[in-house]
Nanobody
Framework: VQLQASGGGLVQAGGSLRLSCAAS????????VAWFRQAPGKEREFVAV????????NYADSVKGRFTISRDNAKNTMYLQMNSLKPEDTAVYYC??????????????WGPGTQVTVSS
């Protein structure tokens, strides 16, 4: 599976962004998909995951209630709606396919990342 993320950018605190990640390949619709992020000088961290069906989701505590993960299997695309953004959300955001839950090492396919910068 090849992934390409888009939608990152610069936004003021309190604003919103919507990230998209388009996938090629046949396994997208049968795989869990997730978003991770990595801030400068920090390790990559889990943000959100959605099951293959789209029914089950899980979020990091730091984004719960502000971010929403979703997917459209007909379009082979996943999304991350980010609201009420905070400066601490600044990071490179990565989409990933085919792993298990919150464990980054379990995901075999990764997008190249998209930068999100939140100014105070």
């Amino acid at each position: 599976v090849q992934l390409q993320a888009s939608g990152g950018g610069l936004v003021q605190a309190g604003g919103s962004l919507r990230l998209s990640c388009a996938a090629s390949g046949r396994t997208f619709s049968s795989s869990a998909v997730a978003w991770f992020r990595q801030a400068p000088g920090k390790e990559r961290e889990f943000v959100a995951v959605v099951s293959a069906s789209g029914v089950f989701t899980n979020y990091a505590d730091s984004v719960k209630g502000r971010f929403t993960i979703s997917r459209d299997n007909a379009k082979n695309t996943m999304y991350l709606q980010m609201n009420s953004l905070k400066p601490e959300d600044t990071a490179v955001y990565y989409c990933a396919v085919g792993g298990r839950g919150t464990f980054a090492t379990s995901y075999g396919s990764w997008g190249p990342g998209t930068q999100v910068t939140v100014s105070s």
